[in-house]
């Protein structure tokens, strides 16, 4: 079987998990290049394990929003209100603080946090743009989506409270 490149609009069939489906050029490349961000992306968290700097693994969790609200503003052009600045600066001052006490640059933790951040970009970007927000089947499955996240979260507390006695947690305090 002979391959050849496709470019521009040209599209292939594919068959995956049972069904055909058609790809681009455009869409192979985002999918290479997804593997190639995974594939490093669990190279350095390994790495980071089998040096025992877990530590360092982990604090990426607090510096991706900020690399998002940097791409927002690099990228995208996205401009910030003065709270918003502030928020900014205050949570750069507490990465901050944290690699200071590491005792040397993050890079662990930048890495990890740029690799998700682009990651997600992809992910979320191919999931929003192929939808339609007029679609009545889409709007119903989110506004539905929406209001089971908010009962389970009020439900849960709500009946953890009602097994709690409350003149055994009044005498505890």
């Not at 928020?87 to 006490?101: K, S």
């Not at 889409?138 to 539905?144: E, N, R």
Request: hydrophobic residues 55%.
């Amino acid at each position: 079987m002979r391959k050849r490149q496709l470019s521009g609009r040209q599209t292939a069939l594919f068959v995956g998990q049972g069904a055909l489906f058609e790809a681009t050029a455009v869409d192979l490349a985002d999918v290479r290049a997804s593997r190639i961000f995974i594939a490093i992306n669990w190279l350095v968290y390994i790495f980071s394990v089998s040096h025992s700097r877990i530590l360092e693994s982990s604090r990426w969790y607090y510096i991706n929003p900020l690399v998002r609200v940097l791409f927002g503003i690099v990228l995208l052009g996205e401009r910030l209100e003065p709270l918003m600045k502030a928020a900014v600066v205050v949570a750069a001052a507490g990465v901050a603080w944290m690699a200071i006490d590491l005792g040397q640059l993050p890079w662990i933790s930048l890495v990890l946090a740029v690799l998700v951040t682009t990651l997600g970009g992809n992910a979320i970007g191919n999931i929003l743009f192929s939808v339609n927000p007029h679609d009545p089947v889409i709007f119903t499955a989110v506004a539905t989506l929406a209001t089971l996240v908010a009962l389970v979260a009020t439900l849960v507390p709500a009946r953890r409270a009602t097994r709690v006695d409350p003149m055994t947690a009044l005498r505890s305090e």
